[in-house]
């Protein structure tokens, strides 16, 4: 699991953070910007199906469905992104979904100066901070030995596949 851009074992950099809303309608930012330039690789961030790659608004938005995540599943929002993949397609955590769109017509989310993915999460209708996926990747994971064990034997850790890669590429 990693994030949608800085692959290669490199993550992004935050320009903006996750704030949530007090109120479903009130301020907040739903999500994180990272620093991207356009065209960049877009990957997923979790193994998962697309359920949206298209236009909101004028902004081209690719949403990929996480099944086995829960109940709702979890969907990741990536934006803006002109879609490789269709909807309905199986992608893998890491695959790449879509490169960075230049802002249309103007400087876009981020501003005139810099480039950047909006990266959301959601559980239903609930915003989530995509950055507890990372946190939660880097984790490291004991493993049993192959050998069965006995006595005094000790179990070696693993990182997760992908932890420490962003969604987006350089």
């Given amino acids: 699991m990693g994030a949608p851009t800085g692959g290669g074992g490199g993550g992004a950099a935050v320009l903006r953070g996750f704030d949530a809303p007090l109120e479903a309608w009130g301020p907040g930012h739903r999500g994180v910007d990272l620093a991207a330039g356009a065209d960049a690789p877009v990957r997923s961030t979790l193994d998962g199906v697309v359920s949206f790659a298209g236009p909101v608004g004028g902004v081209p938005v690719v949403v990929v469905e996480h099944p086995g995540t829960g109940t709702p599943s979890l969907r990741s929002t990536y934006e803006p992104v002109v879609a490789t993949v269709a909807p309905h397609a199986r992608v893998t955590a890491g695959q790449v ?74």
């Fill in 97 to 170: 979904i879509g490169r960075l769109a230049a802002a249309p017509g103007g400087p876009g989310h981020c501003g005139a100066l810099r480039g950047c993915l909006h990266w959301g999460l959601l559980r239903g209708e609930r915003y989530l901070d995509p950055l507890r996926l990372l946190r939660r990747a880097r984790h490291a994971r004991l493993l049993p030995l192959l050998n069965g064990g006995g006595g005094g034997a000790t179990a070696r850790a693993r990182a997760p596949a992908g932890a420490g890669e962003g969604p987006v590429s350089r």
